[in-house]
């Protein structure tokens, strides 16, 4: 299918099918959406009819879909999900883990639970040789020697078995030491640390368990870490509500604080939670991404570059249409391992015994609960059929649909309209920097 969208008086053509983006005039722009075209002189749009023709010809536009078979899952597990710790030094408003313990009782998992994790994920990666390990809670940081120990187990099980582990760490900073730091940078090959934007943002909804803010201790960390880091992967990740819509006001601050990796999601709530984002919010959080869009190019050209994490698209080298249709293999190739060494989907739906597939020292999974998700793919949400975006969000997070849509294959309608649009404005910058190369 065809998109057409403006921003900043520029108008931007987008083919789903093949990922061809063009800038367009008014009238072009106009003509493929359906627009009023009683202001162009009829010259002028058989001009623009043939320019839209010659591209069809080309194979540029209205391009027709690939004819792919769903994709299948093999039984085979590449990634893990440890949720090392179920406690939390923090108290946030949002979080969905309920404190850190996911509704159940506050632990931490064992060295010989972790290092059953190591071996499960080794045993089940039939030939796929770069695993994935990412340390979870709670906060991981209040089980750190149980991080060491794996990370050190797993380094000698990459010599025994042939695979090789790719670690990573998220953490809400406040236990940042300069040994965390220095183990972290030599192992973890990603590290996600939560910070929220503007230490009044953050305050308001990072607290302590006393109620105190945590914006200082963990801004000083962050920074820290992020000198010593150099050019490995890590990653500022923030979260917006109903109580800091002028997110971009969020972004901003933490780019000036000298994170050039940065990522702020919506949060996700019931719609009775004071916090939610709502259907009245959404002009305002449109008007939050086009300024943000528009201050990033300026940034990115003036020197002060940064990263947004959803502004970054690759249509010349994204993945593959298979992997678009089965998106983050939630429930397949991706699972989650609780303290006690039980299985799940992903890192939502830890604790909830209804969707726990087995144990790592079992070493089984349950097939049906997996096939339920291996089985929803974007050819079974009816709903994603006709989105201009449906290749690069893959019909949305499973626990976001079954928890807050209806169900695994019945997205959620307003984190639809926030996607869209957070996907207009990086076919928007892709365009522009195209453009100014």
């Known amino acids: 299918m065809v998109h057409t ?21 008014k009238l072009m722009s106009a003509l493929l959406c359906g627009g009023d075209l009683s202001k162009f002189s009829a010259q002028d749009i058989l001009q623009a009819k043939k320019e839209i023709d010659r591209l ?19 039984g085979c597990i590449k990634s893990l999900c440890v949720h090392i710790c179920h406690d939390c030094n923090m108290n946030c408003k949002y979080c969905f883990g309920d404190g850190g313990n996911y509704f159940g009782i506050k632990e931490s998992m064992s060295a010989d639970t972790a290092f059953a994790a190591v071996d499960f994920l080794i045993e089940k990666s039939g030939s796929i040789k770069n695993l994935e390990m990412d340390f979870f809670g709670g906060e991981p940081l209040l089980n750190y020697p149980t991080i060491v120990s794996t990370v050190s187990y797993a380094r000698q099980r990459e010599k025994e078995s042939g695979k090789k582990f790719k670690f990573t760490v998220t953490t809400n900073g406040l236990l940042l030491s300069d040994s965390a730091i220095s183990f972290f940078n030599k192992e973890m ?12 943002t953050h305050d308001n909804i990072r607290k302590t368990s006393g109620g105190k803010g945590t914006y200082d201790t963990v801004i000083k960390n962050a920074k820290k870490f ?42 996700v709530l019931e719609q009775s939670n ?5 259907t ?27 990263n947004f994490f959803h502004f970054m698209i690759d249509l010349d080298n994204a ?26 989907p992903c890192h939502q739906f830890v604790g909830k015994k209804e969707y726990l597939m087995g144990n790592v020292f079992e070493k089984s999974v349950s097939g049906k609960i997996s096939e339920k998700f291996t089985n929803s793919n974007l050819l079974t949400k009816q709903k994603c059929s006709d989105c201009f975006a449906k290749y690069f969000c893959s019909g949305g997070c499973a626990a976001h649909n079954i928890n807050y849509g209806g169900g695994i ?7 639809c309209e926030i996607i869209k649009k957070r996907f207009e404005c990086a076919l928007y910058i892709y365009a522009e920097e195209k453009a100014a190369d």
Do not use: M
């Open 280 to 306: 009245e919010h959404l002009q305002k959080i449109y008007s939050q991404y086009q300024e943000l869009a528009t201050k990033y190019i300026e940034r990115r050209k003036s020197g002060k570059w940064f």
């Open 226 to 267: 992020r000198s010593k880091r150099g050019d490995k992967d890590y990653y500022i990740r923030g979260t917006y509500t109903a109580e800091n819509l002028d997110f971009c006001s969020d972004v901003l601050a933490l780019a000036d604080c000298g994170f050039d990796q940065v990522s702020i999601e919506p949060v």
């Open 189 to 200: 090959d990603n590290v996600v640390i939560s910070i929220d934007g503007r230490k009044q």
């Open 56 to 74: 069809k010809e080309q194979g540029l536009l209205y391009v027709k879909p690939s004819e792919v078979v769903p994709p299948s899952f093999d």
């Open 319 to 344: 993945p593959c249409l298979k992997k678009r249709l089965s998106g983050c293999g939630a429930g397949g190739n991706y699972l989650a391992v609780a303290p006690d060494g039980g299985l799940y």
């Open 274 to 278: 004071p916090l939610a984002i709502k």
């Open 5 to 25: 969208f403006s921003i900043n008086n520029k108008y931007i053509v987008y083919d789903s099918e093949s990922g061809n983006v063009f800038e367009a005039d």
């Open 409 to 415: 294959n019945s997205p959620n309608d307003i984190y």
